[in-house]
């Protein structure tokens, strides 16, 4: 295959700003993005949005055999071309990843590693977070975020970072900050910093209903300025909870744990 960039500037391609598109052609950065999951040979690999195709290239390159799921039509021909190269080990899927179910492209189990599209990172991530059958079908998550959405995902309790996303990725999994890209390393660059998140499944606690986790989190941290007897008063049983766990009704919802989130959930579960 020629480089990545010759490729994009012979078909014309540039990035797209509706839709969260910001092209990255540094190959060795690339390959240590591919190379976060582990041994992807002959592995299953969920891509979204790979635009030209510079992330699917090092995943090809590292083995896997990767469903790439892209809605901008303009990029089909070049992941076509990408397909005929290697040969069986690239499935592209024409669609918006928001309408697709990655478990049953994949059919078993998989890793997704995408430089996800700023527009939609977080909704998947969240979806990919909140499966009702645990540990999930997926085996890792490597995802390209913001900097700013990827330390709310890792940061600590009492922390300005912490937030619903910190709870929902930590609760039932592992989350750290894999790699931090600069700016300049995209075309066009963005106007802030990013970052890779790395995620594997943990063990769930026992005895709780992700979606009563779900709900609480986004009710504490919608109003997340205001006392939990008032952000949770509309989930049924919630207040009382607090009483029950001699939790402050008074705190707010950065002030508390991932641990005592768990607690709330399993007593309204």
């Known amino acids: 295959m020629p480089p990545l960039r010759e490729t994009v500037r012979a078909h014309g391609l540039s990035a797209s700003k509706a839709l969260g ?10 390959d240590r993005v591919a190379a976060l999951p582990g041994d992807l040979d002959g592995q299953t690999v969920f891509e979204v949005g790979p635009g030209p195709g510079g992330l699917t290239r090092a995943l090809l ?7 790439a799921v892209e ?9 076509g071309e990408l397909s005929e190269a290697f040969d069986g080990q690239l499935q592209v899927v024409a669609d918006d990843a928001m309408a697709i179910d990655a478990d049953r492209q ?10 996800l599209p700023y527009n939609v990172g977080t909704a998947l991530f969240t979806r990919w ?10 085996l890792s998550l490597t995802l390209m975020f913001q900097l700013e959405v990827a330390e709310r995902i890792v940061a600590p309790v009492g922390t300005n970072a912490y937030g619903r996303l910190s709870v929902l990725a930590q609760w039932r999994s ?7 890209v600069h700016r300049s390393a995209f075309t066009p660059p963005p106007k802030v910093m990013s970052a890779i998140v790395h995620v594997v499944p943990a063990e769930q606690p026992a005895g709780v209903n992700p979606k009563i986790l779900s ?17 949770l008063k509309g989930m049924a049983g919630a207040v009382e909870a607090l009483d029950e766990l001699d939790i402050d009704p008074t705190r707010r919802a950065e002030t508390v744990s991932v641990a005592e989130w768990v607690a709330l959930a399993r007593t309204l579960s």
Request: aromatic share 8%; proline share 7%; net charge positive.
């Open 21 to 30: 598109q910001n092209f990255l052609f540094d190959e060795q950065l690339l």
């Open 71 to 79: 809605r901008d039509d303009r990029c089909l021909p070049l992941l």
């Open 215 to 231: 709900q609480l989190t986004e009710k504490g941290f919608g109003q997340r300025r205001k006392m939990l007897r008032q952000s």
């Open 106 to 115: 994949a059919g078993g189990p998989y890793h997704i590693v995408a430089n």
């Open 61 to 67: 390159r590292a083995g896997a055999r990767v469903i």
């Open 129 to 138: 977070l909140e499966p009702a059958s645990w540990p999930p079908l997926w």
């Open 174 to 180: 592992t989350a750290r900050i894999a790699m931090k």
